[in-house]
C-alpha cells in the first residue's frame, strides 16, 4: 500500500495562507490608512476654501460698508462746511445789524451833546475809534462838549481833547475861536 502524507502539504498550505493573510490584512490596512489620509486633507482642503470663500465674502461686504461711509463721511464734510458758512453769514448779518444803527447813534449823541457856541468841521471813524475837529468860542463850551461825551453811554471814558489851539480874530470874524482835536472810543450799549 501506498501511503500518502496528507498533513505535511496542509501545513505548507497554512503557511501560505497565513502569510497571504498577513500581508493582504498590512496592504488593507495601509490602504485604509492612505484613503483615510487623503479624505482627511481632501476634506481640510475643502474646508480651507470654504473659510478663504467666507472670507473673500467678508472682505468685499467690509470694502463695500467702508465705501458706502466713504461717501456719508464727504457728504457730513459737505453739510458742516455748508454750516460755517452759513453761520459766518448769519453773524456778518447779525453784525451788520447791530452796526446799522451805530452811526445814527453816533451822530445823535454828538448833536446832543454838542453846545450852541460850537460847530464840528470834520468827523473820522476808525473802527471804534472817533475823531473830532470842530471850533467853539471858548474853553468853556470844549469842557462842556467833552463831559457831555462821558457822561453819554455810546462814548466810553476818557474822551481826550487832543489838541486846541486859539485862533485869533480877523476882519470877517471879531472874536478869538478855539480850533480843537477830542478823540473818544465809540461803544454801542447793549440793549
Known amino acids: ?108 449823541q454828538l448833536s446832543r451833546a454838542l453846545p450852541e457856541t460850537m460847530w464840528l468841521t470834520d468827523l473820522k471813524q476808525a473802527g471804534d475809534d472817533v475823531t473830532i475837529d470842530g471850533r467853539c468860542t471858548s474853553l468853556t463850551a470844549l469842557s462842556d462838549f467833552v463831559a457831555n461825551l462821558e457822561n453819554s453811554s455810546y462814548f466810553a471814558r476818557p474822551v481826550e481833547i487832543v489838541d486846541s489851539q486859539v485862533e485869533g480874530a480877523t476882519q470877517e470874524r471879531p472874536t478869538d475861536l478855539i480850533k480843537f482835536t477830542v478823540k473818544a472810543k465809540f461803544v454801542q450799549p447793549t440793549t
Open 1 to 108: 500500500m501506498i501511503r500518502i502524507n496528507l498533513l505535511a502539504v496542509d501545513r505548507e498550505r497554512a503557511k501560505r495562507r497565513a502569510r497571504f493573510q498577513t500581508a493582504q490584512k498590512i496592504t488593507i490596512g495601509s490602504s485604509l490608512i492612505l484613503v483615510a489620509a487623503a479624505l482627511i486633507v481632501v476634506w481640510w482642503w475643502w474646508s480651507l476654501g470654504k473659510a478663504s470663500t467666507e472670507l473673500d465674502q467678508r472682505i468685499a461686504d467690509a470694502e463695500r460698508e467702508t465705501a458706502r461711509l466713504r461717501s456719508l463721511i464727504q457728504q457730513v464734510a459737505q453739510f458742516e462746511q455748508q454750516r460755517g458758512q452759513l453761520q459766518q453769514r448769519v453773524s456778518l448779518i447779525e453784525q451788520l445789524r447791530k452796526g446799522q444803527s451805530g452811526p445814527v447813534h453816533m451822530l445823535d
